[in-house]
């Protein structure tokens, strides 16, 4: 599911540029973007204004029309979506499940992808003994689509001294061997072959019983990837003493979510931290965008880093079929960061600008 | 609701041993409860034989007989559980779900208390930047009986390709303010007294609401205690960069697993963790024991460490009215690690030895 079909000519490209830092890093992802796609491969943007700013504006949060346009996009590049913590005039959670979170759903982003790696430069909150045992590159490979993200549950009494409120978590066969597989596949491209699958299978049973039925199932057709499980609380272990015993892990939506916040802060930051919402059959546009948030304190300074985001367009350009592309924005990126002189501050496009021309040349 | 009251006279105390290293260091912590108690405080002890070792000889997990003497006792002090990883004739999740989650639920321990700090000597996985920020000394009130813990769920055309299994985190009002109170009581008797409810409202919106609502219905009645609130992802990227920002934290029986075990991580490990899983009603004993599990790999050697058993005992004391008795055996803890040569290893029994020591001069 991963052998990306390769686009050329026009490509149809939805940009979101969203609020705060959005817009700037997304202004450097897509000058990158353009420097690095192959001469054949053209991209036809079309923005569109999403975001606590809209919905303050407008009390819109993702119209059905916006949707099916966005729909029709062959894919997408999102900065950062969400407001001023605590503004009283938008109500939490309201843009992550009415836009983030609805995205991934009617997508179908089954495979939330986050690389993890410590970058040259990168300040890690690690000891110098645990970053010594060698390189950390792993890959989280986050379902997207299930799992306790959807919204399945209620509440009773809401409100009393009696109010009982559920979650429920949903886990189908369909939509765990999905996942599992294009973990497979990504772990078998990859030098170390090695996946993990990361669950709480003692306690969450119903739920722990398919995903290791169907890891064991599918992973008897992948004899050269190597594999293993953690419960989720000793990940927290070794992602903190032994990262580098990760390779490709594979878990719920939930889980991932942790994880890869985890995974970000040990490589040195959610700064540089790039993913993908992928839907890896096609049916409709995947997603990229950088983990970082909106960060409105910074917002309008042009002091963002736009690396996460340049990353980002990296995943995007290796999903259209373009690896060579994508190694390019890597390569640069890496090159950007070694040569970075530690208490020098750059503006936005500066970053940008850097990083297109060691691209270009 | 942590007012103890204070336990004199004979203290029926229940000890389960356990498996692996369970009984050694299940030994040292009763060496230095007995050396730490006042006077006027005598434990009869009584132990139970429960875990691998009895289910693979019996089949039996936790006879009725046995949870009925046990719910007898005053107090209960556990080694640690678990047989050798893989064991075919041990299914996963066995015990944990057939004693320990049992224990848990069936004597009520709503709190899950977890302690974490970095002590002297510990080799946390965090950088010295992040350590020279200031001393790490907080305490996790992990909710224990219900949440996602509880079982719920099921599933439905199991091992077919149309499986479907449900995981369902059940929230009471009752449930989450009587933890949500009691974290307040904690946070109100630290010098720092602030507390941060950790969860993930933006997505698991029916708990969220009722654990965001009790929150600060309790909360009015604490106005000395300072309040907070993170979302469990951003927690991972605190706990790393900046743990040092947490006083007292509440959270729900997941997120507590996984928050309790990077707490450990970061400050050095499991060997050192030390919890107990409190009645604060007192309507049945409290448990306490260290995090770590049975190390099959190391038992019988007497290499294991005790530490996290003994200070699991000063818990004990502290829950039955003596926190004077249990800053003894804190304080004799801190002056044995300080002491502690790098390289030399000593035995388990010297450890005991050598706190129970410090402990009665
Ligand atoms: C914003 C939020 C809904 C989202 C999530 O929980 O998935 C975010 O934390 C992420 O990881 O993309
Ligand atoms: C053994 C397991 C059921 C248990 C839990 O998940 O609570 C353990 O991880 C713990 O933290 O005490």
Do not use: C
Not at 143 to 167: H, K, M, Q
Not at 332 to 352: F, H, I, K, N, S
């Amino acid at each position: 599911s991963v052998a990306a079909p390769v686009s050329t000519g026009q490509v149809a490209l939805g940009v979101i540029p969203g609020d705060g830092i959005g817009p700037e890093v997304t202004a450097e992802a897509l000058k990158v973007l353009e420097a690095a796609a192959p001469a054949d491969l053209k991209f036809a943007q079309t923005r569109y204004d999403l975001g606590a700013e809209r919905y303050l504006r407008t009390a819109e949060v993702l119209p059905d029309s916006v949707l099916e346009e966005i729909r029709k996009q062959d894919v997408l590049l999102l900065g950062a979506v969400g407001g001023k913590p605590n503004d009283p005039n938008l109500p939490p959670g309201i843009l992550e499940r009415g836009l983030l979170l609805k995205l991934r759903f009617e997508l179908d982003h089954y495979v939330n992808l986050r690389p993890s790696r410590i970058y040259p430069g990168a300040v890690s909150p690690l000891s110098d003994e645990v970053l010594a045992k060698g390189e950390v590159d792993f890959v989280v490979v986050r379902e997207g689509t299930e799992g306790p993200y959807t919204g399945n549950g209620g509440a009773l009494r809401v409100g009393t001294p009696a109010e009982v409120a559920t979650e429920v978590s949903v886990n189908t066969a369909y939509g765990v061997e999905r996942v599992i597989r294009d973990a497979f596949e990504r772990a078998r491209k990859r030098p170390r072959k090695k996946l993990t699958l990361v669950h709480k299978t003692n306690v969450l049973v119903h739920a722990g019983q398919v995903w290791w039925r169907l890891f064991q199932e599918v992973a008897a057709e992948y004899p050269d990837v190597t594999t293993d499980y953690s419960h989720i609380d000793a990940v927290m272990i070794y992602l903190t003493t032994d990262p580098q015993r990760f390779d490709v892990i594979v878990t719920d939506n939930l889980f991932g979510d942790i994880v890869t916040d985890l995974a970000a802060a040990i490589s040195g930051g959610i700064g540089l931290a790039a993913s993908g919402n992928v839907n890896p059959d096609r049916t409709a546009p995947s997603m990229f965008e950088p983990v970082h948030g909106s960060a409105p304190d910074i917002a309008g300074q042009l002091i963002a880093d736009p690396t996460a985001a340049i990353l980002s367009g990296a995943l995007l350009l290796d999903h259209l079929g373009h690896p060579e592309a994508a190694a390019k924005i890597e390569a640069a990126v890496l090159a950007d960061l070694e040569a970075r002189v530690p208490g020098q501050q750059r503006r936005t496009p500066e970053v940008g600008d850097a990083i297109a021309a060691r691209v270009a040349g």
